[in-house]
T-cell receptor, first 116, second 116 residues
């Protein structure tokens, strides 16, 4: 079974600075999907960014980018020019590509605080 | 209007009571999921359904049951609630027929359940 680990329960960053959230995972599969979700105080789960394992190029969505290190099984999220609205709980998630597999396996979450 | 809705949004109940959490979606997706979120544990899968006649247990199904009444509706029941079922519960949907291979999951707003 796959596992996802987020070793930083809490992180903080100054507004306009850059922060990196860590995520590692364990799998025996060679192709899969990885996701970062954001959960603001409203509780809504919002997809931030996604990556396919076979794509070597790191995904980027505006101020959000990932550093995908497949051999190290690492999938970190970098937030540039942090804004107050980025304050939230962030979850890393894994999904298999196997037929019939659409369930997500989540990490424990990292609570990000943005200081003005 | 929200595409994935959950009722109730908040519920306080007593130990031993039966409770049902409901999820409805207007996205036309075939797959639906129930997750539970606990502090420090992230989200964990309780049950999932690929269509009305295909229901599967997730990693923490004990103490829960589900019903897929229609493609758009997926209910989660706690037959006899206990305090350690106090958590935030999320419903999610995905579309297996989408051209995009990501089969992104879309989450409802969550139900905060407290069992006294």
């Amino acid at each position: 079974a796959q596992t996802v680990t987020q070793s930083q329960p809490e992180m903080s960053v100054q507004e306009a600075e850059t922060v990196t959230l860590s995520c590692t995972y364990d799998t025996s599969e060679s192709d899969y999907y990885l996701f970062w979700y954001k959960q603001p105080p409203s509780r809504q789960m919002i997809l931030v960014i996604r990556q396919e394992a076979y794509k070597q190029q790191n995904a980027t969505e505006n101020r959000f980018s990932v550093n995908f290190q497949k051999a190290a099984k690492s999938f970190s999220l970098k937030i540039s020019d942090s804004q107050l609205g980025d304050a939230a709980m962030y979850f890393c998630a894994y999904r298999t590509k196997q037929t019939g597999g659409s369930r997500l396996t989540f990490g424990e979450g990292t609570q990000l605080t943005v200081n003005p | 209007d929200a595409d994935v809705t959950q009722t109730p949004r908040n519920r306080i109940t007593k130990t031993g009571k039966r409770i049902m959490l409901e999820c409805s979606q207007t996205k036309g997706h075939d797959r639906m999921y129930w997750y539970r979120q606990d502090p420090g544990l992230g989200l964990r899968l309780i049950y999932y359904s690929f269509d009305v006649k295909d229901i599967n247990k997730g990693e923490i199904s004990d103490g829960y049951s589900v019903s897929r009444q229609a493609q758009a509706k997926f209910s989660l029941s706690l037959e006899s609630a206990i305090p350690n079922q106090t958590a935030l519960y999320f419903c999610a949907t995905s579309d297996s027929k989408r051209i995009s291979s990501y089969n992104e999951q879309f989450f409802g707003p969550g139900t905060r359940l407290t069992v006294l």
